[in-house]
C-alpha cells in the first residue's frame, strides 16, 4: 500500500510539474542553466526554435549564436552576441548585476532574455539564462 501511494504522489508531482511547465512556457519560451566555465547548457525549458540546433555536445555559444544570426533582426545582433563575452559576464554578475536585454525576431516577436548568478564553485560559474515573451 505504501508503494502505491509513493507512486500516486509521483503522478501527482508530474501531472503538477508539467502544468506548471504548461503555464510558464506562455510566457517564458526558454530557460538553461549554463556552465561559463566549460560553456555547457543544461536546458530547463527549451525554446522550440533552439531545438534544430541543439545535440547533445553542442556548446551553448554555438547554438545561441546560431539562433541570433537565423532568427533575430540584425539590429538586434550586437546586444545579443554581448552576452556571449563570459569574462566581462563573470564581472557583471560577480557585482550582483542581472543582464537583460530585449530583442526582436524576424517575425517581430518581441522578447526579454535574462541572466542570473546560480552558484560559483571551484571557478565554474553557473548561470540562468531566461528567454520571456514580451
Same mark, same amino acid.
Given at each position: 500500500?505504501? %508503494?502505491? *501511494?509513493?507512486?500516486? =504522489?509521483? /503522478?501527482?508531482?508530474? *501531472? !503538477?510539474?508539467? &502544468? @506548471?511547465?504548461?503555464? @510558464?512556457? &506562455?510566457?517564458?519560451?526558454?530557460?538553461?542553466?549554463?556552465?561559463?566555465?566549460?560553456?555547457?547548457?543544461?536546458?530547463?525549458?527549451?525554446?522550440?526554435?533552439? %531545438?534544430? #540546433?541543439?545535440?547533445?555536445? &553542442?556548446?551553448?555559444? !554555438?547554438?545561441?549564436? %546560431? #539562433?541570433? +544570426?537565423?532568427? /533575430?533582426?540584425?539590429? #538586434? +545582433?550586437?546586444?545579443?552576441? +554581448?552576452?556571449? !563575452?563570459?569574462? /566581462?559576464?563573470?564581472? *557583471?554578475? &560577480?557585482?550582483?548585476?542581472?543582464?537583460?536585454?530585449?530583442? !526582436?525576431?524576424?517575425?517581430?516577436? %518581441?522578447?526579454?532574455?535574462?541572466? =542570473?548568478?546560480?552558484?560559483?564553485?571551484?571557478?565554474?560559474?553557473?548561470? @540562468?539564462?531566461?528567454?520571456?515573451?514580451?
Amino acid at each position: 500500500e505504501e %508503494k502505491e *501511494q509513493n507512486v500516486e =504522489h509521483m /503522478v501527482t508531482g508530474i *501531472q !503538477e510539474l508539467d &502544468a @506548471l511547465l504548461g503555464i @510558464l512556457s &506562455a510566457r517564458y519560451v526558454g530557460i538553461y542553466s549554463v556552465n561559463l566555465k566549460s560553456d555547457s547548457p543544461r536546458p530547463i525549458l527549451i525554446p522550440s526554435t533552439f %531545438k534544430k #540546433y541543439q545535440t547533445p555536445d &553542442a556548446r551553448f555559444s !554555438e547554438v545561441f549564436s %546560431k #539562433y541570433i +544570426h537565423d532568427m /533575430v533582426k540584425s539590429d #538586434y +545582433h550586437r546586444p545579443l552576441l +554581448h552576452f556571449l !563575452e563570459y569574462d /566581462v559576464m563573470k564581472r *557583471q554578475l &560577480a557585482e550582483n548585476k542581472i543582464l537583460r536585454t530585449d530583442y !526582436e525576431r524576424i517575425t517581430g516577436e %518581441k522578447f526579454r532574455i535574462s541572466v =542570473h548568478l546560480l552558484s560559483e564553485e571551484a571557478g565554474s560559474v553557473n548561470t @540562468l539564462w531566461i528567454f520571456e515573451r514580451m
